[in-house]
């Protein structure tokens, strides 16, 4: 019976052997193997990894063709992120060179990345696989050093891997790389760990790690590496240094911002705000057409004073309507018949104020104070209407749209801190508020000025003065305020680059507010005969025959020599060094004023205190002197006619 059953088992003992061995996977064959694990970790400034993986495998398997499974983990509880945290970036996947599909997912506090397409599988045989990845939060920090605890190989092959080795590479520290303080590495199946690994640090400074054994499934390489602190940076404070970062790159757009509103304030006042040159001027022999002397200084200056209500009352004397006469510290003045037609607008309303009704003689003495400033203010609005549109500001849309230009700058400065996302908004509030107490600083130094020129009622003027500082001291202390808490959010540099960009708006709204179009060519005009007043000559195409130097000259433009501030130069080119008794004579007499001040080696001598007596009147009297002083009243004998039956003002 033996004998007959022993040769069936020798038959078919090894068939079903073979049968057996033909359907196991390939994997229990021992055909699938990784034969080299290359990893290249490259630590960056900031604590994060650059990791490059070179796998070198056999896949003969179904499995193994189809794809691989990489798991990454963390090995460490100190680490600054747990493994479901720690920000895996895959940057490349490449199988023999070919870029290779993959997907990751979390699982089990592990991160998962699948490799290959299930539905193409690789060809059998040897393969080269090359992983490149970032990741964060691998670095544990300690108080006197820096480690880094890395699972080279990961805890998920199934499959053996023959050789294993691990480099890393420290950034460099000025030109040259930090020392490492520690070196370590372990082999093994989870807490079951072997020393099979040796280790050294290379010439260039990385530490390299190596296997000495095979490593069986599911065992892997870790490695840990310590060097000195300050070698890289947590993640908190990089971030902290990103937002620095970026903090001065917002901050320097700013500055770039700030200086192309410079430049662009320049070029506008270069085009349109700068006032005409006296070297590219030719000197004018009269003044624009149907400009009187007080219609001049107002479009000139671009503001009303009391020198142009002197213009104008002088220009109406020496027009034959007005006769000036000096009395002590007093003037008075006379209405005459002649000269109505040739009067402006403004000098016409000046006579109806001071002469209304009947009266035909005004005495310049304090009790006619109040007739002068009602006077002033009828010329005044009377030159404000008939050079109104002359006188609007057409360069304001150039200045607001340097304006908003500055607004952006102030932005832009002040953004850039993710914890203080409303900087912006604050910068371009200060900004504002900058321009704001700029013009109110102004106002109380011209309130000042004011004070300190007066001659009478410097009382009233030191009260407006103080009240006005006064007024002004809570908008100071809010722009102390918002200063620092601008410092405070957005940094010393950005506040103090907004309030200059503030000062900045502030001067060129002063510089452009100039005319434009037609009102450029009169002020223009109006230089050139400045020009013309203060040296005595005409033009070039005058020269051959200039004008006669006669008294009629003089004083028909002496009230524009006085409007355009030249009539010191303008009076001493009519005063030879010794007039002759004619010429003395008839200066010395002139029809419209009467004086023992007039001088005639100095004409316009007596202006001065013509003007000083007028502009002391024109102040507003303390409440003292107007109870001291009871109104007169007005002398009305003469031979003047009413004002309403003089020519020209029917």
Not at 188 to 207: I, M, T
Not at 248 to 273: I, K, N
């Amino acid at each position: 019976m033996r004998d007959r059953v022993r040769p069936h088992l020798l038959f078919w003992t090894p068939c079903l052997l073979g049968l057996a061995l033909l359907f196991l996977p390939s994997s229990a064959r021992g055909d699938d193997r990784i034969l080299a694990f290359d990893s290249v970790v490259r630590v960056a400034e900031d604590g994060t990894l650059k990791v490059t993986e070179n796998l070198r495998l056999v896949a003969e398997g179904d499995g193994t063709r189809r794809g691989l499974l990489r798991v990454f983990s963390s090995p460490s509880r100190e680490a600054a992120a747990p493994p479901s945290e720690m920000g895996l970036e895959v940057l490349e996947v490449l199988r023999d060179g070919e870029k290779e599909p993959w997907r990751t997912e979390n699982r089990g506090g592990t991160v998962r990345l699948f490799l290959g397409d299930p539905e193409r599988p690789a060809p059998p045989g040897v393969h080269t696989y090359l992983i490149s990845y970032r990741t964060a939060g691998q670095i544990a920090f300690r108080p006197d050093r820096d480690e880094l605890r890395w699972n080279v190989t990961g805890c998920g092959w199934t499959l053996p891997v023959e050789r294993a080795t691990c480099r890393v590479l420290l950034p460099e520290d000025s030109g040259e790389v930090p020392p490492f303080l520690d070196l370590s590495a372990t082999t093994g199946l989870g807490e079951d760990r072997e020393g099979d690994v040796s280790y050294r640090v290379d010439a260039d400074g990385s530490a390299a790690f190596e296997s000495t054994r095979t490593l069986q499934p599911r065992e892997d390489l870790r490695v840990t590496a310590s060097w000195p602190k300050g070698t890289v940076v947590s993640s908190e404070e990089a971030a902290e240094r990103l937002a620095a970062r970026r903090g001065h790159g917002w901050f320097l757009g700013g500055c770039a911002l700030s200086v192309l509103t410079l430049l662009y304030f320049l070029g506008v006042w270069s085009r349109v705000g700068r006032p005409p040159r006296p070297e590219s001027l030719t000197p004018r022999l009269a003044p624009p057409v149907d400009f009187s002397p007080a219609a001049c200084r107002l479009f000139r200056r671009r503001d009303f004073d009391g020198r142009t209500f002197v213009c104008a009352l002088l220009d109406g004397a020496v027009k034959g309507a007005l006769h000036l006469r000096r009395e002590g510290e007093d003037y008075v003045l006379e209405l005459r018949d002649q000269g109505w037609e040739n009067l402006a607008p403004e000098e016409t309303g000046l006579l109806r104020t001071l002469f209304p009704g009947t009266d035909k003689v005004f005495r310049a003495c304090p009790p006619g104070g109040p007739a002068l400033r009602d006077a002033r203010d009828r010329v005044r609005a009377t030159l404000e209407k008939g050079l109104e549109d002359l006188l609007g500001d057409s360069n304001r849309g150039w200045w607001r749209g340097g304006v908003l230009l500055s607004l952006l700058a102030a932005g832009v400065l002040t953004a850039g801190r993710p914890e203080a996302p409303w900087a912006p908004l604050l910068g371009a509030a200060f900004l504002a508020w900058t321009l704001g107490v700029l013009g109110l600083l102004q106002k109380v130094r011209s309130r000042w000025s004011l004070w300190w020129r007066a001659s009478e009622g410097r009382t009233l003027r030191l009260l407006q003065a103080l009240t006005t500082t006064l007024l002004s001291l809570p908008f100071v202390v809010g722009e102390v305020l918002g200063a620092g808490l601008l410092s405070q959010e957005a940094g010393v540099p950005a506040a103090g680059t907004v309030a200059l960009l503030g000062g900045l708006d502030a001067i060129f709204r002063r510089l452009l507010a100039t005319p434009g179009g037609r009102g450029l060519r009169i002020l223009r005009q109006i230089e050139a005969f400045r020009l013309y007043l203060a040296c005595g000559e005409g033009g070039p195409g005058d020269r051959d025959k200039p004008p006669t130097r006669t008294p009629e000259l003089y004083e028909r433009f002496l009230p524009y020599a006085l409007a355009l501030d030249a009539e010191r130069p303008w009076g001493e080119s009519f005063a030879p060094p010794a007039p002759s008794p004619e010429v003395a004579r008839r200066i010395e007499a002139p029809f419209w004023y009467e004086g023992e001040d007039f001088d005639p080696t100095l004409p316009g001598a007596f202006l001065p205190a013509l003007e000083e007596r007028l502009l002391t009147l024109l102040q507003p009297p303390s409440p003292e002197e107007e109870a001291r002083t009871p109104r007169e009243e007005t002398d009305t004998e003469g031979a003047a006619p009413h004002i309403d039956d003089a020519p020209g003002n029917g």
